[in-house]
């Protein structure tokens, strides 16, 4: 069986006064039989929050382009990742998304996936496994939509071997800010 090893790395939240001055990430190892569901889960507990919101995971490709969403069970509704652009809105965009010294096809595949985007998938019935990721690719996690807590995760290895049960955390870097900074539990 393989094992996947992510280092979900928490971005900068200036609203909510959270801007470390070094990395604040966690290692969670995860087998490919576990759902995205199982994968959000885990990165709950690892940076100790306590109220459950929605949240979705893009997965993205070796440029960075997201190929397609995967929703809160609760979300989802099977429509598309994302409402369709039109030429104009994709020309506006594409200057910030791919930077410059990007392949043209990568350009082209962000226009194609921008005009044209593919089913949202339901994270609760995807496994890491269908996601058919490889080192070159990567995760976006956005946890609250309100709060907007959001996550870059690298895979930072995919082995073969089995995890006893549930994903494990396996390294921590940084202090988990609160999950609402001006409220106690």
Not at 54 to 65: K, N, Q, S
Not at 150 to 175: C, F, M, N, T, W
């Amino acid at each position: 069986m393989t094992t996947y090893r992510f280092r979900v790395l928490l971005l900068p939240n200036p609203p909510l006064e959270f801007e470390p001055e070094t990395e604040v990430y966690r290692e969670i190892e995860i087998g490919k039989a576990s759902t995205l569901t199982d994968l959000h889960e885990a990165i709950f507990e690892a940076f100790d929050r306590y109220d459950t919101h929605a949240y979705e995971f893009l997965t993205r490709d070796e440029h960075g382009i997201a190929t397609r969403s995967y929703v809160h069970p609760q979300l989802y509704s099977g429509d598309e990742s994302w409402r369709p652009m039109d030429d104009e809105e994709i020309d506006r965009f594409l200057d910030h998304a791919i930077p410059d010294d990007q392949p043209e096809e990568a350009k082209e595949r962000f226009r194609d996936l921008r005009k044209n985007p593919p089913e949202e998938g339901n994270a609760a019935e995807t496994t890491i496994d269908e996601l058919d990721l490889d080192q070159s690719q990567t995760l976006f996690y956005e946890f609250d939509f309100g709060d907007g807590w959001e996550h870059h995760i690298e895979i930072e290895e995919i082995r073969e071997g089995s995890l006893a049960d549930a994903p494990v955390v396996v390294e921590k870097q940084g202090e988990a800010p609160p999950q609402y900074p001006d409220r106690n539990r």
